[in-house]
């Protein structure tokens, strides 16, 4: 059965982008093989991607998770429906208001592979939820004091079990089990 994470990589204070949404400063920055290492055990046992659609619900080059990376089924979470879009041999379904149903279509998807969830409210959903196996942070070694937070607004406590942590070149990577 499919296991769900987030996985984000955030500054040491918490954020997953700027004011402005940029992550510039993710990149650039030192790296050993080691980093890309633990980064791509992650993204190779990802099977599906739950995150938010655009106001204008098209899939922009900016805007495709991973980069392009991953070939797997994305889940958008929308307000108004939308026919799926069929993008460079990904298909992005929109899912209207019911973030439970896009995990459940995303873990049907994923088979016995990981549902990565993207973005921070759609994280939080999950989160309040109780839908996330666990947490895949990459944390970066910069402090952006302002931005969009990860956690911000979640509104309650979350017990965590620290199942790895590790530190290379550049970032520090931790993994947390969400204890039920």
Known sequence: ?????VH???SLDGFLADPNGSVDWMFGRPAAPEDDDVVNAVVERIG?????????QTIEDGEIPYGGMLKVPVYLM??????PIERDGVTYTFVVDDIAQAVELAKASAGDKWVS???GSI?????????VDELHLDVAP??????ISLFAGLGQRIELER????????????????LR
């Open 1 to 5: 059965m499919a296991h769900v994470i």
């Open 8 to 10: 984000a990589t955030i």
């Open 48 to 56: 599906a991607v739950v995150g938010g659609a655009n106001r204008t």
């Open 78 to 83: 929308t307000h108004s429906p939308h026919d």
């Open 117 to 119: 969830l993207l973005g």
């Open 123 to 131: 994280s939080r959903q999950c989160l309040q939820l109780g839908l």
């Open 142 to 147: 910069v402090l952006l004091g302002e931005g």
């Open 163 to 178: 199942v790895e942590t590790s530190a290379f070149a550049s970032e520090t990577h931790l993994r947390y089990r969400v």
